[in-house]
Structures are given as structure tokens and as C-alpha cells.
Nanobody, 128 residues
Framework: HVQLVESGGESVQVGGSLRISCAASGDTISPYCMGWFRQASGNQREGIAPIDGYGSTSYAGSVKGRFTISKDNANNTLYLQMSSLKPEDTAMYYC???????????????????????WGQGTQVTVS
């Protein structure tokens, strides 16, 4: 079983950049499908950036062109590089993982909570 711990969230200015991390332990994340979700106060959790075991990525329209997801297999860590941050990016950010049989492949973007099995505790990003 993999354990996920997010870090790096902080308060940033509008237009700024920030990279948050999701450190994994207990298993190697290379073959996993993983994703970043966020949940603003009063809103449902939103899937924003999935990546599969082959490194294929996709993005929700709200972050496309501004956010980049990457998986560092050597360090067993998932990253989300965020730029041109807006106040509406303020949320708790969560990473999630799914281990299929073999290398997990995203035939289509996995943007729903039920598609993932493992979750971190979240890291807060505030943009003002």
C-alpha cells in the first residue's frame, strides 16, 4: 500500500508561482496512475491534473496552460507546478493514486474521486 503526504502549500500573491509536492512511501509510484485534486471551501473536490504510469498527462480547463503535473520516479514524488496563480486557485490540494495491474494507463483522463484508491491529507494553497 502506498502512503501519500503533500507539502509545499502556502500563501502566494496573484500572478505568482508555487510548486507543491506529494511524497510517496510504501511502494514505487512509477506504474501508478496519480492525480492532483483541489477543494475550495464550500465546493466539491475537483480533479485538475492526472498522470498515468507512462507519464501521459492531461489538465482540467481551469488550470490548463498554467499548471504542470510531473512524477519523479527516482524520488518517488509527484509534483504540481503552478504559475499565473489566481484567487480562484485558493483551495486545499490533494494527491491521489491508483495501482492497477501492470502499468496503469489513462485511456481517458481520471478526474473523479472514485477513480483513485489512495489519498493524501492535503496541503493548503491561498492566493491573494
Amino acid at each position: 500500500h502506498v502512503q501519500l503526504v503533500e507539502s509545499g502549500g502556502e500563501s502566494v500573491q496573484v500572478g505568482g508561482s508555487l510548486r507543491i509536492s506529494c511524497a510517496a512511501s510504501g511502494d514505487t509510484i512509477s506504474p501508478y496512475c496519480m492525480g492532483w485534486f483541489r477543494q475550495a471551501s464550500g465546493n466539491q473536490r475537483e480533479g485538475i491534473a492526472p498522470i498515468d504510469g507512462y507519464g501521459s498527462t492531461s489538465y482540467a480547463g481551469s488550470v490548463k496552460g498554467r499548471f504542470t503535473i510531473s512524477k519523479d520516479n527516482a524520488n518517488n514524488t509527484l509534483y504540481l507546478q503552478m504559475s499565473s496563480l489566481k484567487p480562484e486557485d485558493t483551495a486545499m490540494y490533494y494527491c491521489a493514486a491508483l495501482r492497477g495491474s501492470g502499468v496503469c494507463t489513462n485511456i481517458r483522463p481520471r478526474l473523479f474521486e472514485y477513480e483513485y484508491y489512495y489519498w493524501g491529507q492535503g496541503t493548503q494553497v491561498t492566493v491573494s
